[in-house]
């Protein structure tokens, strides 16, 4: 008696470990300005933010692939071929190759690495795949327990 309850409280810490969030508070992002609201004085703000996208795309190697979001609201994939403090020269990622571009980083509102391999649906698959080896392998545990 007391290896089935042992057996039924292990299954239970192992399937209520995965109720966890593993992904924590979500920081709320400040409201961004459309085109008609913008000034064309740059404000020290807008300074700080500059100098650190600057700092951070210097010291990406050249040849990372990255995503750049202007301040337009536009977005695209690139090449980081060059960074200075004030701008970025990125070759866009198309079907059909294009000229290198040269983008001010008073227009760059984010420049994000992109990274190989880790796709949502890529995830979800890796997440349904583990559940359902845990849920065959409590319920091979249980079998083995009651079975003798």
Known sequence: MFRQMLALVLCGAIAGAGC?????????????????????????????DNSAIAD??????PGAKVRVERTDGTSFRATLLKATPEAIVVQKNTRVP???????????ARV??????????RT???GVATGVAATFGMLAILAAIWSD
Do not use: D, F, K, M
């Open 56 to 61: 951070y795309v210097q010291r990406l190697a």
């Open 98 to 108: 294009e000229p290198a571009i040269e983008v001010p980083l008073s227009q760059v």
């Open 124 to 126: 979800v698959a890796i």
């Open 112 to 121: 994000t690495l992109q990274t190989n391999g880790s796709s949502a649906g």
């Open 20 to 48: 966890a969030s593993a992904s924590g508070p979500r920081i709320a992002q400040a409201p961004q300005a459309t085109p008609a609201t913008q000034t064309t004085q740059a404000t020290p703000a807008a300074q700080a």
